[in-house]
């Protein structure tokens, strides 16, 4: 199940308030889904196995205090070298390079000594370190500016090389890489296809991701 | 975590003369009352040796009524203006504390933005509670109870010296140890009480850090993470809540024992002196 999948939804923020609304995160939104993990409905299943396999990566997912270090490693076995990919992929190793005392610097509770842009590196980071085999991240780049931004959507495929993506965006530069983007206008897909058929056949979509236009523009240059 | 600086001796002295400075009133009657209410209470154990002085004499039941009546008036008296004394002194304690808490506000929201957050929930939380808490029962119930016991001493001092130099001295053999017991924990006190805020403040932070986070533990599934990070802070508090109780358990025992040491060289020397009396007669 390799694949990577772009979600994108019109309205600034509402791709932020729609995984909220219909999320996985809470049972009671399981009850009325008809989700089915390898036919099985995902309500049927033991609550810890889904959060081994799905993970939800939010914008607003909490960092806690401790040395970077530490935040990153969610599991046990996890190793240096595995922590400098996942940096590597979430375009982060900077932040690290720029830390005092690099990995080991302490970070107080949600990383405010941050800024934004590398608070939502570092969460990436943390994500793809959790390994689930369905990673679902709700605009994991729009805190970043647009060079960063087509790097991480370059090196998210090969980080998640052999396992399912899902990212929630309407970033033309994360959005190309997907192999399907689904349209969704109130909460239904509305039309489906690679970023670029899309872009040729739909006006709608076509105008979501304009705003950005710009941006890829820059980077192009 | 970087937490918010710890005032030094002197600054401390300043705050607490500040705070008693802004409410005089309050803080006179609170002292004036308790120090009637501790007068009252001197004068029933005096009024009890008349009673065995007229006993000895062989004087009569109607003059020991009315000396009993007295001890009860007194210690009536005596209730009615601790119970006054308290109600001052804990509307003077409530004032400060309120005080304390919208100046800590006021202080906090006039520090750069980046300074507050580097201090962290813990120590923030910790500080406006716990710790304004501990101050607000020490001008409350400490700070009268010192003084009052100030004078008390200084009173019955003056009284046993008044009585016989003999049993002054007799009475003063309490003193080395409390001093040096005293000295023993001062020195140590301050650096073990600020172990333990600091540690509170950490276990503060834990838990509400971990809170905030509940949703982003499940996903991650962090849970034992968190729970070792929690057992450690724990672990922490103990060691230094030990630590604090350690003090203690040497200050208190000693202090209390050393109570006894008058009473018995009072009547050694009691003893003593009538033996010596007694034999001077016989010759």
């Given at each position: 199940m390799d694949s990577l999948t772009g979600i994108a939804a019109p309205g600034a923020g509402s791709q932020r308030a729609h995984p909220r609304r219909r999320s996985p995160f809470r049972r009671d939104a399981f009850v009325a889904s008809e989700v089915t993990w390898g036919g099985i409905a995902l309500t049927g299943m033991v609550l810890s196995e889904v959060r081994t396999r799905i993970l939800v990566a939010d914008p607003d997912s909490y960092l806690f205090a401790g040395t970077l270090r530490e935040i990153l490693r969610v599991r046990k076995d996890i190793d240096h070298r595995q922590i400098g990919a996942a940096l590597h992929a979430a375009s982060a190793g900077d932040i690290v390079d720029a830390l005092p005392e690099g990995l080991d610097t302490p970070v107080g509770a949600r990383a405010r000594t941050l800024s934004g842009g590398q608070r939502q590196r570092v969460r990436l980071a943390r994500a793809l370190l959790a390994e689930p085999e369905v990673l679902i991240l709700i605009d994991p780049t729009s805190a970043v500016d647009a060079h960063t931004e087509s790097r991480i959507a370059q090196r998210l495929r090969a980080a998640r090389a052999g396992r399912t993506t899902v990212v929630l965006a309407t970033s033309p530069l994360l959005l190309g890489y997907a192999d399907t983007v689904a349209y969704l206008r109130d909460g239904r897909v509305v039309a489906t296809g690679s970023h670029t058929e899309l872009l040729a056949r739909d006006p709608g979509y076509r105008a979501l991701v304009a705003r950005d236009a710009a941006d890829t523009e820059e980077v192009r240059r | 975590m970087t937490g918010l600086p710890v005032a030094d001796r002197a600054a401390v002295g300043q705050a607490t003369l500040d705070l008693i400075g802004r409410d005089r009133r309050a803080v006179a009657i609170t002292l004036l009352l308790h120090g009637a209410a501790a007068t009252a209470g001197l004068a029933a154990p005096w009024l009890?040796?008349?009673?065995?002085?007229?006993?000895?004499?062989?004087?009569?039941?109607?003059?020991?009524?009315?000396?009993?009546?007295?001890?009860?008036?007194?210690?009536?008296?005596?209730?009615?203006?601790?119970?006054?004394?308290?109600?001052?002194?804990?509307?003077?304690?409530?004032?400060?504390?309120?005080?304390?808490?919208?100046?800590?506000?006021?202080?906090?929201?006039?520090?750069?933005?980046?300074?507050?957050?580097?201090?962290?929930?813990?120590?923030?939380?910790?500080?406006?509670?716990?710790?304004?808490?501990?101050?607000?029962?020490?001008?409350?119930?400490?700070?009268?109870?010192?003084?009052?016991?100030?004078?008390?001493?200084?009173?019955?001092?003056?009284?046993?010296?008044?009585?016989?130099?003999?049993?002054?001295?007799?009475?003063?053999?309490?003193?080395?140890?409390?001093?040096?017991?005293?000295?023993?924990?001062?020195?140590?006190?301050?650096?073990?009480?600020?172990?333990?805020?600091?540690?509170?403040?950490?276990?503060?932070?834990?838990?509400?850090?971990?809170?905030?986070?509940?949703?982003?533990?499940?996903?991650?599934?962090?849970?034992?993470?968190?729970?070792?990070?929690?057992?450690?802070?724990?672990?922490?508090?103990?060691?230094?809540?030990?630590?604090?109780?350690?003090?203690?358990?040497?200050?208190?025992?000693?202090?209390?024992?050393?109570?006894?040491?008058?009473?018995?060289?009072?009547?050694?020397?009691?003893?003593?002196?009538?033996?010596?009396?007694?034999?001077?007669?016989?010759?």
């Open positions: - | 009890l040796g008349r009673i065995v002085d007229l006993v000895t004499a062989g004087a009569g039941v109607a003059a020991m009524d009315r000396l009993a009546l007295a001890i009860a008036g007194c210690v009536l008296v005596q209730g009615i203006l601790t119970r006054y004394a308290r109600l001052v002194g804990h509307r003077f304690g409530e004032r400060a504390v309120a005080r304390l808490r919208e100046e800590f506000v006021r202080r906090t929201l006039a520090l750069p933005v980046s300074a507050v957050e580097r201090a962290g929930i813990g120590d923030l939380t910790t500080r406006s509670s716990i710790d304004v808490a501990t101050v607000g029962s020490t001008v409350r119930e400490v700070l009268p109870t010192v003084l009052i016991a100030g004078t008390q001493l200084f009173l019955l001092f003056a009284a046993v010296f008044l009585l016989h130099p003999m049993l002054g001295l007799a009475a003063l053999v309490g003193l080395p140890s409390i001093y040096a017991v005293t000295r023993w924990y001062l020195r140590r006190a301050s650096t073990a009480y600020l172990a333990e805020g600091a540690a509170t403040a950490e276990l503060t932070e834990t838990l509400t850090t971990t809170a905030e986070g509940a949703r982003t533990v499940e996903a991650l599934r962090l849970t034992g993470h968190r729970v070792r990070h929690g057992t450690d802070r724990i672990g922490q508090q103990w060691a230094t809540r030990r630590a604090t109780l350690a003090l203690r358990s040497v200050f208190f025992p000693v202090v209390e024992a050393s109570y006894a040491l008058p009473i018995a060289a009072v009547l050694l020397a009691g003893g003593s002196h009538d033996r010596t009396t007694m034999r001077r007669r016989r010759i």
